[in-house]
């Protein structure tokens, strides 16, 4: 398949595309209250889609040089934006990586619709939008239902770690990991740990969080 030749019309169309196929990305992410929404993701597809754009317009006046070395720059480039929505919490939670990925593929969307590569970029951008939407509630199914849960908990002072191991074992769950949050909370009397908790089998985490709420020496729990 050889290069489509660079024209007025052709660039208007594949900058448009990019402003279509960002836009319907950002939206998801948007909706969602996420670090970069649907603007973000507009200007990104249309950065990268420009910037091929460029280059093979330089390609084509000079009749030299390589067709997609711009392009090349954009797929590195575009890590100091995705690295800008990443968080890490508080309590150790990492946020934003799913939105650094989806500025990362709509990048590789803008490059392909700025080289006219049409149909990859079609097939990508309904491929992206369906996994940040679509597989959302199958995602979010599989880490509700998961063996293994990260939860905050808050217990009072007369409860000591041997009481919460035991309370632990006859419910058939296991301790991997606990942390002492330092920081929180600023009650007297009450001590805040981050635990990693692992099921003998698949149960429903909010089934599980009613539970460990009954038990006597926790005030307060969470999952992470």
Same mark, same amino acid.
């Given at each position: 398949m050889? +290069?489509?030749?660079?024209? #007025?019309?052709g660039a208007a169309l594949r900058i448009l595309c990019a402003i279509f196929?960002?836009?319907?990305?950002?939206?998801?992410?948007?909706?969602?209250?996420?670090?970069a929404g649907m603007r973000t993701y507009m200007l990104v597809c249309v950065g990268s889609c420009l910037i091929m754009l460029t280059n093979q317009f330089i390609y084509q006046s000079a009749g030299t040089g390589d067709p997609v070395r711009m392009g090349a720059q954009v797929v590195s480039g575009i890590g100091f934006l995705g690295a800008g929505t990443i968080i890490v919490t508080r309590r150790s939670q990492i946020k934003g990586l799913t939105t650094a990925a989806g500025l990362w593929a709509a990048a590789g969307v803008g490059l392909a619709l700025g080289v006219g590569f049409y149909f990859g970029a079609a097939l990508g951008g309904a491929a992206i939008f369906?996994? +940040? =939407?679509?597989?959302h509630r199958m995602d979010n199914k599989l880490q509700s239902n998961a063996r293994t849960i990260e939860v905050y908990v808050e217990m009072s002072q007369d409860f000591s770690v041997g009481d919460f191991l035991r309370e632990l074992r006859t419910r058939n769950l296991e301790l991997h990991e606990l942390q002492r949050e330092h920081d929180a909370p600023r009650e007297q009397g009450v001590?805040? #740990?981050?635990? =990693?908790?692992?099921?003998?089998?698949?149960?429903?985490?909010?089934?599980l969080l009613e539970d460990l709420t009954k038990i006597p020496g926790i005030l307060f729990?969470?999952?992470?």
């Open positions: 050889e +290069m489509l030749p660079l024209t #007025y019309e196929i960002g836009g319907l990305l950002g939206l998801d992410r948007g909706l969602k209250n996420r670090p369906g996994v +940040m =939407t679509l597989l001590r805040a #740990y981050l635990a =990693t908790l692992r099921a003998q089998r698949r149960t429903s985490h909010i089934e729990i969470e999952e992470l």
